[in-house]
Structures are given as C-alpha cells and as structure tokens.
C-alpha cells in the first residue's frame, strides 16, 4: 500500500493540490475503509485485482474525472451528500456561504424562511435545515436531476419535512417572499471554461455564467427586489475575479443596502452579503 500511495500521490500533483488525501481517497474507495485506516496501515499488501481498481480509478482522477464521481458521493460541512454525474460537486469554498449564513440567522431568530437558488445537490438547503431545525426552506433547480438528488439528499439526512423542493428558473415559480436568499449560480465567464478542468466534466449548465459571468446573478438580483423580505439578506458565491463587478451590480439593485465582499481561505473574493 505505501509504495501505491506513494506512486499516485507523485502521479497526481499536476493536477490537484491535495495529492497525497486524493490517492488516500482512491484506497479508501477501492478497499472499503476509511482514509484514517488507509494511513495508518501502510504494509497492507494489495491483491492483484485492488491494485488494477485503484490504478483504474488514479487514471480517471489524473484526467481531470471528480472523485465524486467515482465514489458517488462527497463531503459538505460534515455531511455525506451523495453525487451523480451531470450535477455540481459540492465545494468546500461553498462552506463559506452557509457560515454567513449561520452568523446572520443566529443574530436573527426570527427569520427563517430560507430559498436555495440552484441548489443542484441540495448541499445548502438540506446543511441549513439540518442546523437549525425550525428553518423552512425552498430548493429551486431547473435541472430535474438537481430536483430528484435534493429530495434523496434531504431524506438521507431526515429534513424532508423542512424543505420544499420545485422546478423553477430562479425565482420564476416561487410561492412567497424569503428572509434569506442563498445561491450559487453559474459564475464562470464562458470564455474561460475551455481553460477549466471541471468543464471537462461537471456540467455547463452549472458553470457557465455568461460573457461576464454574472448573466444569472443579476436575473437573481432583478427577482430578488420581489422576493426578499424587508431587512433581510442575500448570499451570493462568485468567482474570485469579481470582487469588484459584482458588488457594483448589486448595488445597481440595492442602491441603499449594505453589501459586503467576503474572502474564502485563499483570501480571494468568493462572497457577496446583501443586507437589506
């Protein structure tokens, strides 16, 4: 095991920044046991057949594959949210939005109707119901597998009951009028997604932003002005070269609000908070 991980772990540092969790990720997978038993037992000698699926799977990483994918599900704030091709994986940048989010609904215990926009996997909707437990939620996707994979997402972690999940263009079909909206839309400028190994795979419906990248964004925003209660909030992800685009068109919506830019752990802009 430990010369394997060695080897896929040299083998996968042109195309990750975490080589040596993702070849321990691969073992886990393959050997049915966890990334804590996999490096803490090195001199487990692999058959034949483990080492052809490991070296199966490393291949498909090496070219850019998800994980996800493979393992059929991923990590979000704690939780196992299971995946499928053709939907976004859940990324650990999006932790940043369901943070803010605690912070502001802890502050205001009287709001708690909540809307997902584009909620693809489900991995907003179902942490925030999961956390707080009197907060009411709607998921929105256009996509009808987004739909069907928040549903199993929200059963899986026993907050079904909380969450009403519809088929809508952003807010097109919502039912009501929301103390926080969360969303993260397509945000990459189309001409960049050539240059994005995610592209290869994940789908363009959940990337593709349009020229500028904000196409959806200021739809949302433009709705928002509806649908958003008075005193409450907005949660925007957004990509790291809009720092300064996106607060400019929020505020061409919100003229009077309070808009703030959070950074992710790479201190890059990655959040825009529109408190109304």
């Not at 929301?178 to 419906?205: G, H, M, Q, V």
Request: charged content about 20%; glycine content about 6%.
């Amino acid at each position: 095991m430990a010369d394997w991980l060695i080897n896929a772990r040299h083998l996968l540092e042109p195309v990750t920044n975490q080589p040596g969790i993702e070849a321990q990720m691969v073992g886990a997978f393959v050997l049915q046991k966890s990334r804590s038993w996999i490096i803490s037992h090195p001199e487990i000698e692999l058959s034949a057949s483990e080492e052809s699926r490991m070296d199966s799977c490393l291949q498909q990483l090496i070219e850019g594959y998800p994980f996800a994918y493979l393992s059929g599900e991923r990590e979000f704030y704690g939780r196992n949210f299971d995946v499928r091709p053709g939907l976004l994986v859940p990324r650990p940048e999006t932790e940043l939005l369901i943070e803010q989010a605690f912070d502001w609904l802890h502050n205001h215990p009287d709001r708690r109707l909540a809307v997902d926009v584009g909620c693809g996997t489900g991995c907003i909707a179902v942490t925030l119901a999961a956390e707080i437990h009197d907060m009411q939620i709607d998921a929105i996707d256009v996509d009808p597998l987004a739909i069907d994979m928040t549903i199993h997402n929200a059963k899986k972690h026993h907050v079904v009951h909380q969450i009403h999940v519809l088929s809508g263009d952003l807010l097109s079909n919502s039912p009501g009028r929301y103390d926080l909206i969360c969303a993260n839309l397509p945000y990459i400028p189309s001409d960049t997604l050539s240059d994005l190994p995610a592209a290869r795979f994940e789908p363009l419906l959940a990337l593709d932003g349009g020229i500028d990248g904000l196409r959806l964004i200021e739809k949302l925003l433009q709705q928002s002005q509806s649908y958003l209660r008075p005193g409450g909030l907005i949660l925007l992800e957004i990509e790291a070269s809009q720092g300064e685009s996106a607060p400019s068109l929020v505020r061409k919506y919100f003229p009077t609000a309070q808009v703030t830019m959070h950074k992710d752990l790479a201190d890059l802009p990655r959040l825009v908070s529109v408190q109304i």
